[in-house]
Nanobody, 126 residues
Framework: VQLQASGGGLVQAGGSLRLSCAAS????????MGWFRQAPGKERESVAV????????FYADSVKGRFTMSRDNAKNTVYLQMNSLKPEDTAVYYC????????????????????WGQGTQVTVSS
């Protein structure tokens, strides 16, 4: 599966952005999808994950209550709605795909994802 992330940009603190990740392939609905982010000088961290059907999501504590992940399997697309953005949300955001079901009751490790998009920059000014 090939992934293409978009929707990043520059926004003031307190603002909102919606990221999209479009996937190729006919088996999109069989992939667990995740969003990661990487700030300069920091490790890439998991932000959110969504199950095949979209019925289950998990979030990092740092974004819980502010970010919402969703998917539209008919459009082969996942979304990350980001509200109440903070300067510390500034990072390159990546979408990723993991073959198989969502298990473990939380955010899968980075190593579990086999496919990655190219990243989209999100910058939040104070």
């Amino acid at each position: 599966v090939q992934l293409q992330a978009s929707g990043g940009g520059l926004v003031q603190a307190g603002g909102s952005l919606r990221l999209s990740c479009a996937a190729s392939g006919r088996t999109f609905s069989m992939y667990v999808m995740g969003w990661f982010r990487q700030a300069p000088g920091k490790e890439r961290e998991s932000v959110a994950v969504i199950s095949w059907s979209g019925g289950t999501t998990f979030y990092a504590d740092s974004v819980k209550g502010r970010f919402t992940m969703s998917r539209d399997n008919a459009k082969n697309t996942v979304y990350l709605q980001m509200n109440s953005l903070k300067p510390e949300d500034t990072a390159v955001y990546y979408c990723a795909a993991k073959w198989g079901p969502l298990s473990g009751g939380g955010l899968p490790a980075r190593s579990e994802y086999g496919y990655w998009g190219q990243g989209t920059q999100v910058t939040v000014s104070s």
